[in-house]
């Protein structure tokens, strides 16, 4: 029972740390991305193969996760500089799709379907990490490390920019802010977050496969943002805790038969971000909100 | 030949996109609503023909029930979904979740109630026979075509001729003077809807009698036909069309360079390369930005 929690802790600090990198794109920058899982997954692959073929370096692994996803959001940052809006989600599926195919494909990095396999247990400078207690330490470091950083850089003249291109694109140029900068900026500091995310969560499984960064993954994690609340720095936190413990809720509830319970609990998210929208758009940890 | 039997089978396919995808338009041209959870009356539509065909009723009452689910399910989603949403911020952000959301219910309500496997009817419409020497051309292909040219035909007659097509299209264009005639923008928009999601039972109808249909479908073509009013120019019908087109050629005609998994990638590559180079599409305006 205290291992499974323990994992539970562990995939809730890491799935924290990638929903607030959304957060960052969609709550902050207005940047409507439903590819985050794509760059997650470019961590947790980048992250995989450092672990197997270098050393598994939990500073390694999450270094090497963040900069491949920060260097390849820029494919996600091209489509953002055309488009907005509508336009922009579109694009952003089309990119989920195309690299939901590349990383099935993609063999001789990705392992194809069957995945990597065989990541050897963390370690941190040569310290063991295999202890869950010490890797749940990690995460949890990773989290909040994560989280002071994006509150340090939303709150200053970055976030504040941001938030002014969000609200509206023409006045933020207006008054003089480089918008392709930004929203360049803004997709790379949220997809190397992801990234680092990735890599952490290729450790805690000891297994990437694509089943993990497919459009669902995306939607699970875009509902954790918009469920929480886009645009607070809580919200992101309390929509992962909820939606991670709701299949671990389900399993105890009679009357479910097991096989059916993973559409069950996509059904009551899919209803819940429905429902939520029609009636409390801003999300549980969000303001009620005005007129905007 | 096989370019040419490829070219053929991405006709068949993208005639099929093109209706979809068409209803999609036609909404959001009216409405300028994006209607993320088309693909789920699509859905609907092709399961409510396979549970009718299983039950035993007849093909054109199994259509019709196919009918009515998707055009109640457009209904619903104008009625209960986006005017309610539209009511308070009406942010396309805010549209787009529920909408999703909806979809995923959808999606796994088929799952609890009919598996996650292929389901199908079985029907004599794939059985081909050659026109050409090595060129082999299914009923199948004749009954989209057919579909596809009476409706879009009746459809154009519609817009163009009838009071009520007119003031679809005055819709877009300009609500408030619409309503300056009297006209009920809220009717017309159930209108816009019931039509749009109609569109798409032909395809569902097709889908189920000759490739089979999964619970993922919704999400599939949901995104085809976005993909496909991007490429042809959101909110043109003309543009929908040809776009439908295009991706299911371009779907089929890439199986001739590269494995067949990427054939669904490929339609979105040609929709990033739109996106990225023309984004407003064959046929659509200049966008205001």
Partial sequence: MTAYLLNLAQLAAIFGLLAASLNVLVGYGGIFSVAHAVFFGFGAYAGAQIALNVAPDVLLVSAAGGLVAGVLSLALALPALRVRGEYFVVASLGLQMVATTAFTEAEPVTGGLGGLVGIPPPQLLGLSLASPWAFLAVCLAALFGGLAVMRLLMRGSFGRSLMALRDSESAAEAFGKNVALLKTLAVALGCAIAGVAGGLFALQMAFVNVESFTLDQSVLVLAMVIVGGAGTLAGPLVGTLLLLLLPAALSFLPGIPPTEIGAVQQAIYGLAMTLLMIFRPAGLAGRAQGKR | ?289
């Fill in chain 2, 1 to 289: 030949m096989l370019l040419a039997q490829l070219l053929v089978s991405g006709i068949q396919t993208g005639l099929l996109y093109a209706l979809t995808a068409a209803g999609f338009a036609l909404i959001f041209g009216a409405t300028r609503i994006f209607h993320f959870a088309h693909g789920a009356a699509y859905a609907l539509a092709g399961y409510g023909f396979v549970f009718a065909v299983r039950a035993g009723w007849s093909w054109p009452l199994a259509a019709l029930l196919a009918t009515v689910l998707a055009v109640g399910f457009g209904l619903f989603m104008d009625a209960f979904v986006y005017r309610p949403i539209q009511r308070h911020t009406g942010s396309f952000f805010t549209v787009f979740v529920a909408a999703f959301g909806v979809v995923i219910v959808v999606q796994s309500g088929i799952e609890i109630g009919f598996g996650r496997a292929f389901v199908a009817v079985t029907s004599s419409l794939t059985r081909a026979s050659a026109v050409l020497p090595g060129l082999y051309l299914a009923r199948a292909f004749w009954i989209a075509l057919g579909a596809a040219a009476v409706l879009f035909g009746a459809l154009g007659l519609f817009l163009a001729r009838t009071r009520t097509g007119i003031a679809l299209r005055a819709l877009a264009e300009n609500p408030d003077l619409l309503r300056a005639y009297g006209l009920s923008a809220r009717r017309l928009s159930a209108l816009a809807f019931a039509l749009g999601s109609a569109l798409a039972v032909p395809g569902a109808v097709l889908g189920a009698a000759t490739t089979g249909l999964s619970p993922s479908v919704a999400s599939h073509v949901m995104l085809v036909s976005l993909a496909a009013s991007v490429v042809g120019g959101i909110g043109s019908l003309r543009g929908a069309a040809a776009g439908g087109l295009v991706l299911g050629v371009a779907e089929n005609l890439v199986v001739s360079v590269l494995d067949t998994q990427w054939s669904e990638a490929a339609g979105f590559v040609v929709l990033f390369a739109f996106i990225l180079f023309r984004p407003r599409g064959i046929f659509g305006a200049a966008l205001a930005r």
